[in-house]
């Protein structure tokens, strides 16, 4: 235990409870207004030296807290030993939900809450001033307090279920006051009205770790469920950082095209111009001139012209590298087809076709090619007579922009799906509250949940 | 989410980087190795893959 916190936190006193009989240690000093005694429940009069009893309560010891009465931990700078302990609820549906709430006492700072829900964990601290009232853009109630603007999460009667300790103030078993959240991330400001009285507390959201650590509980603390209404919001989820690396790799790219474009040796290897008589007979295949290729491996873009008169002609080409023997086959089709149909003149397909062939390693090529076409019979025998003409350019190394453009598009397709998940963990937050969206929900998601705005 | 997002860039920038350097690109042909030396002087010794494919045959 640490020396300092025997230093500060004082003996606590003994006394008896005049319901049961039980032994009741007084640790507050005279600053608590209740205690509730740890075996039968009934709440005493603190202030009194008699123990008056203020409630007759016989309970068992139904609620473990995580930390017991008399535990000590340093939390906002302090050490603070945890002399009360109450557990309450509220109603929503029909399903009752229940919160854990710690009183934490130090002589020279007064009294601070730790409260606790699905292993959720927030240090309250009472506030003197008045919050100011106000609404948000869409007619939700806000509060500003030191000039933080809080929105209205939840409202409902809250009742209490088990208590054992020392309190500030004279609780009782079953008693309800109306409990008011309102939330700015990692902090809630609370109210708690009564017929009474208005009271106005200031929470703020500790990992469950903290707690573990500044009382020294061993273990791990239980993992939070769900997303609390003060909870956070993870850096991935609010994280801008994919957005910036998406405009770096962006730019990187484009340097990229630029780099390779102005790099692209765009060297015309071959262009030549060929007759093809479809009428003629014999072998159809012939090769080119040979060429070079330069560079190590580069594409190669083949671009066919097709003097073309309502006929077709494929080329099958290899492109074959005269010294390994490897061969790259491929063939283009071209095709021109026009005409006058019921007065309107039209045509069909192109005498141009291209391609780029990828990553063909240097060296000296040549290209075979062997044109066809439909064997002429009838009357388009006669035309047919009239040879075609094409023409076959080969050009090494073009610049290919398309990629670039593929590939930011690729950068861009997940960042949607990441926003979403920055969406996802306020939508968690928010479904709890009274609303079930987002204040700053965009209208298509509110038209769904947000039936009682 | 941001590491993963920073792996998956730069993968897609690696993988483009190595396109431009390679010359890859989209399009296909059929590599054939060994091809004799012969067909420089007689072409109708190797026969393409795609000569005897199906054609198109357009017109109204």
Redesign the interface.
């Known amino acids: 235990m640490n020396p300092a916190a025997r230093k500060i936190v004082p003996r606590p006193k003994a006394l008896n409870c005049p319901q049961c009989g039980a032994a009741i240690e007084l640790r507050a000093m005279g600053a608590a207004a209740s205690v509730v005694c740890g075996y039968c429940a009934s709440t005493l009069d603190a202030t009194n030296p008699q123990l008056v009893i203020l409630q007759r309560w016989k309970a068992k010891m139904t609620v473990q807290p995580f930390l017991p009465l008399g535990s000590r931990g340093k939390l906002a700078g302090a050490i603070w030993e945890v002399i009360g302990f109450q557990q309450r609820g509220i109603q929503v549906e029909g399903t009752d939900y229940y919160w854990r709430e710690y009183v934490l006492f130090n002589p020279y700072k007064g009294f601070r809450y730790l409260s606790e829900y699905d292993n959720h964990w927030n240090f309250v601290t009472a506030i003197p001033s008045l919050p100011v009232a106000g609404t948000n853009a869409r007619n939700r109630p806000t509060v500003t307090h030191d000039g933080i603007v809080y929105d209205h999460f939840q409202t409902a009667r809250a009742s209490t279920s088990f208590v054992i300790g020392e309190f500030p103030w004279q609780v009782k078993m079953g008693e309800t006051v109306e409990a008011a959240d309102y939330v700015s991330p990692p902090h809630m400001l609370s109210s708690e009205t009564t017929k009474d009285e208005v009271t106005w507390s200031k929470g703020e959201y500790v990992p469950a770790q903290d707690i573990w650590t500044a009382f020294q509980i061993p273990g791990a603390p239980p993992p939070p469920v769900g997303v609390y209404s003060t909870q956070p919001a993870p850096p991935a989820a609010k994280s801008t950082r994919p957005w910036g690396l998406f405009f770096v790799f962006s730019l990187l790219l484009l340097g990229m095209m630029i780099f390779f474009a102005t790099r692209a040796l765009q060297e015309t290897v071959l262009n030549e111009t060929y007759t093809f008589n479809p009428a003629a007979t014999g072998e159809k295949s012939f090769v080119t001139r040979p060429f070079v290729l330069r560079g190590a491996k580069a594409n190669v873009h083949v671009a066919v012209h097709g003097d073309l008169d309502n006929a077709w002609a494929f080329i099958s080409m290899a492109l074959i590298n005269e010294e390994t023997g490897e061969a790259f086959d491929f063939g283009r089709q071209v095709s021109y087809y026009h005409g006058v149909d019921g007065g309107e003149s039209w045509t069909e397909d192109s005498r141009d076709d291209a391609a780029t062939l990828p990553s063909i390693p240097g060296g000296l090529y040549y290209l075979r090619l062997e044109p066809e076409t439909e064997a002429p019979t009838g009357a388009a025998a006669a035309l047919a007579q009239r040879p075609i003409r094409y023409n076959v350019q080969l050009v090494r190394d073009v610049p290919f922009y398309f990629r670039y453009f593929l590939g930011i598009f690729l950068l861009l397709l997940p960042l949607p799906f990441m926003g979403r998940k920055g969406a996802n963990f306020e939508a968690l937050r928010w479904h709890e509250s009274d609303y079930g969206v987002p204040p700053n929900a965009i209208a298509w998601s509110s038209s769904s949940g947000d039936d009682d705005e | ?2 590491k993963l ?2 792996v ?3 993968l ?2 690696g ?3 190595y ?19 012969s ?2 002087d007689n ?2 010794a ?1 026969r ?4 005897s ?1 199906a ?6």
């Open positions: 989410m941001s997002y920073l998956y860039s730069a897609v920038a993988g483009l980087f396109s431009g350097l390679t010359g890859w690109s989209f399009g296909s042909y059929d590599e054939v190795k060994g091809v004799p030396k067909v420089r072409p109708g190797y393409s893959h795609y000569a494919s054609r198109y045959f357009g017109g109204k």
